[in-house]
């Protein structure tokens, strides 16, 4: 590790001796293209002075499941109505409970954001720089979470359900499936014929950024390329399941499972999303 620390110590020296004779303000533009933690991105810069360059850009994610996990819905009600309907008429469920359904999960991360930033490079002549700016979710995106749990239930099981309740309606309203998390019951939807749940997890759509990095938005040649850690920083944040807000992500633990537990409540105590980034640019004039 010390090693690596001194070979960076070594380069950012190296480059505060570069020539960088390409930031005169307003006479020079660049696109690049970049990949990191935060997904994929495009962005264009523009000198604004000899040590400033300012950068605009969109970033994305494509979507995925982070960890797969399976969340129980307790079913003993449901599976002793079937049983006293069964006692009282003879009549056999072509799809019965057992103890407990399961509903396959997975945890899914969402980032999609326009960026506005500014690089500042200390020395005139150097590639070394910091990076300030924001993250803003676009309209259309403001629905979509960072993080979302969701999954469908078993056909056998949302089946055995509908059955049930056309055959033994209950007086007092219709049987559901649920999943507990504290106090609060989350009831299980219809969706593609199957019982579906979902969890997310939301802050504002405004981000704040700092990063440090190696690298000119603007090469001396026509292609550069730029080396970045940052962190994102958010505010707000919103754990919600089937669009209800959930009073404690501690209350979620044996609701939503152990593992995105951990994530959750990492993403709550930290509101900060590292980020290491390359990026690839290329000088338009």
């Not at 990076?131 to 259309?140: H, R, V």
């Not at 309740?165 to 507990?180: F, I, Q, T, V, W």
């Not at 405004?206 to 920083?233: D, H, S, T």
């Not at 609701?255 to 105590?269: F, H, P, R, S, T």
């Amino acid at each position: 590790m010390r090693k690596l620390f001194l070979l960076l110590f070594v380069a950012g020296m190296a480059c505060g001796v570069s020539a960088q004779d390409n930031m005169e303000a307003f006479r020079h533009l660049s696109i690049g293209g970049e990949v990191g933690l935060h997904g994929f991105g495009v962005e264009v810069a523009i000198p604004i002075q000899k040590h400033f360059v300012l950068k605009a850009g969109y970033n994305w994610a494509p979507a995925g499941d982070l960890i797969s996990t399976d969340l129980s819905l307790d079913t003993e009600e449901l599976r002793e109505a079937q049983e006293q309907y069964t006692a009282a008429t003879s009549y056999e469920f072509q799809n019965k409970f057992g103890d407990e359904a399961i509903i396959h999960a997975g945890l899914q991360m969402g980032l999609t954001n326009y960026k506005a930033m500014i690089n500042w490079y200390p020395f005139a002549s150097g590639r070394l720089y910091i990076a300030g700016g924001i993250y803003y979710t676009p309209d259309d995106k403001q629905n979509d979470p960072f993080l979302r749990i969701s999954g469908n239930t078993t056909e056998n099981d949302w089946a055995a359900l509908q059955e049930l309740n056309e055959k033994y309606p209950d007086p007092s309203g219709e049987r559901e499936m649920a999943l507990e998390i504290g106090e609060e019951k989350y009831a299980v939807i219809e969706k593609d014929g199957c019982g579906y749940l979902q969890a997310d997890y939301k802050f504002d759509p405004l981000k704040y950024y700092v990063g440090l990095g190696l690298g000119r938005c603007i090469p001396n040649g026509r292609l550069g390329l730029q080396l970045e850690l940052g962190a994102m920083i958010y505010q707000n944040s919103v754990l919600s399941c089937q669009d209800k807000e959930v009073g404690s992500i501690t209350d979620a633990a044996d609701g939503l499972g152990n593992d995105a537990k951990e994530i959750l409540e990492y993403v709550d105590k930290y509101p900060i999303y590292p980020q290491l980034t390359l990026r690839l640019c290329f000088r338009m004039f």
